[in-house]
Every structure is written in structure tokens, then in C-alpha cells.
């Protein structure tokens, strides 16, 4: 698992600034980056009921990825929408740590892995 959660870790940082979209505009991958914000966010929920004592790793990976991604108003507003339905869709469901809630976790970290590694091909210089 933690290897899956170092690719990740490692693709979300090669999200590049050039790959942002015309500033005012929605960028071509706006639909992938906010199923990934929401994915992150059900990470931060679940890896921290599930005890990976990461404390707010998946909350920072968010972070920077709008440091780096530099939305305007609206598409940040997007992004941390989803970021926080992911985090509270789960947080309704899950009180503890269950064997589907770590399915979920192995589930969203290869999601997000793959989601990365597509716009990081399709759309970084």
C-alpha cells in the first residue's frame, strides 16, 4: 500500500503549472481534476479512521495541487467542493475501520494513480 500511495504522491507533483488552463477558462482535465480532489478527500477521511498515521498528508497533497494547478475563483471552488464531498461522503458512512473501508482505500489510491499518470501524459509538457 504505501507503494501505491508514493506513485501517487509522486504523480500529483508532476501535475505541472504549464498544464493549467487560459487564465479565466476551464482547463480540458477540470472533469479528472475534481474526481481527484474527491478522491483525496475520501483518502484523508479513510487513511486516518483506518490508521496510517498520516495526519493531514492527503489534505496537503490537496493543497498543493491547487498551489500548483492555480485556479481562478471558480474552478478552485470546484476542486475544494470536491475534495470535501469525497471526505464527507465517507465521513457519513464510516465510524471505524471496516475490511470495505480499506478496499475503498486500495481502490481510490490506484484511481488516483491512474487519473494522474493520464493527465500528466495527456496534458504536461
Known sequence: ?????????????????????????PAPFDGELQRLAEIMGALHYLRGICGANEGAKWRNEMQSLIEAEAPNGARRALIVASFNRGYRGFQQTYRTCTPAADFAIRRYLDEGAKISREITARYAN
Open 1 to 25: 500500500m504505501f507503494k501505491r500511495t508514493l506513485i501517487l504522491t509522486l504523480l500529483l507533483s508532476s501535475l505541472a503549472t504549464p498544464a493549467r488552463a487560459i487564465e479565466g477558462g
